[in-house]
């Protein structure tokens, strides 16, 4: 569970790239967060995985704010940024148990959780190799695995889909879907509006730095006239309203 309450942030001062938003990130629930090139959805995103600071507002997630207590804030959650760089000396094999033991995972546990993702994402066979051999989608997948090697409650996805082949794309919309089955919380933002309509229970969308809708898809369908698909009410909601 994420709640996000009149969370603003501006970059040097300039225009809000995030104004005063407030958000209730349910447990069961996968959640999407659509919007524009530039909306505000990266900015939301790294404030409340504690990457930015926030101008104002409050982040708390599984009941823990991330700014006053971070650590316990930090425990709950995967996060996968939407550029995949990491240590690029490091095998991918290096970098997994790094990250296991920054979480205190167990050995055994952590040994189970690397094979049985890894072979999910079929990248078992290159865990030997440095990090710098791989491709740009296969970088994406081995922060994932190292993201959900602790098993956290919440996942916090920045656009997870992009790059990844149409089998791994597959797979983590499974997971996604088991875990929030599990009545866990899963955030994502995405541009791909299909993949929204389909997988997600709920939805914002932010353009501008501002919720211009937040509810499940069919409560969305409901409040936007001449909508034969998500793309359209889309569209629509984001369209340019200046004359
Ligand atoms: N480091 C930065 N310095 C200055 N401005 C920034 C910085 N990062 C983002 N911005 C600005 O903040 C606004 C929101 O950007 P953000 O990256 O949050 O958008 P986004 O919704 O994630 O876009 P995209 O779909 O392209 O990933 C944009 O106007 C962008 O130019
Ligand atoms: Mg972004």
């Known amino acids: 569970m994420i709640s996000i309450t009149n969370l603003s942030k501006s970059y040097n001062g300039?225009?809000?790239?995030?104004?005063?938003?407030?958000?209730?990130?349910?447990?069961?629930?996968?959640?999407?967060f659509l919007g524009?090139?530039?909306?505000?959805?990266?900015?939301?995103?790294?404030?409340?995985?504690?990457?930015?600071?926030?101008?104002?507002?409050?982040?708390?997630?599984?009941g823990h704010d991330i700014v006053k207590e971070p650590?316990?804030?930090?425990?709950?959650?995967?996060?996968v940024?939407?550029?995949?760089?990491?240590?690029?000396?490091?095998?991918?094999?290096?970098?997994?148990?790094?990250?296991g033991d920054i979480y205190n995972v167990?050995?055994?546990?952590?040994?189970?959780?690397?094979?049985?993702?890894?072979?999910k994402f079929g990248l078992e066979d290159v865990l030997g190799d440095r990090i710098q051999s791989y491709s740009h989608g296969m970088r994406q997948k081995l922060i994932l695995i190292g993201a959900l090697?602790?098993?956290?409650?919440?996942?916090?996805l920045d656009e997870p889909m992009t790059g990844l082949d149409?089998?791994?794309?597959?797979?983590?919309k499974d997971m996604m879907r088991r875990h929030a089955d599990d009545g866990k919380t899963v955030f994502f933002s995405t541009h791909v509006l299909d993949v929204a309509e389909k997988v997600?229970?709920?939805?914002?969308?932010?353009?501008?730095?501002?919720?211009l809708f937040n509810g499940t898809v069919e409560e969305m369908r409901g409040e936007v006239r001449n909508h034969a698909s998500l793309e359209s009410m889309f569209l629509e909601l984001t369209g340019d309203t200046e004359e």
Request: a neutral charge; glycine letters at 6%.
């Open 14 to 32: 300039k225009v809000k790239a995030v104004d005063n938003i407030s958000l209730e990130i349910p447990d069961g629930k996968i959640f999407g």
């Open 36 to 62: 524009p090139n530039g909306a505000g959805k990266t900015t939301t995103i790294k404030m409340i995985t504690g990457i930015l600071t926030p101008d104002s507002g409050n982040i708390l997630v599984s």
């Open 71 to 79: 650590l316990d804030a930090k425990r709950s959650f995967a996060y």
């Open 81 to 99: 940024p939407d550029d995949p760089d990491v240590f690029p000396r490091l095998k991918g094999s290096e970098y997994l148990k790094f990250i």
């Open 106 to 119: 167990p050995s055994d546990l952590r040994l189970e959780r690397m094979k049985d993702l890894s072979r």
């Open 149 to 156: 090697l602790h098993d956290p409650e919440n996942w916090i």
């Open 166 to 172: 149409p089998k791994s794309s597959f797979q983590l």
């Open 200 to 211: 997600c229970d709920h939805i914002a969308i932010i353009d501008k730095g501002r919720i």
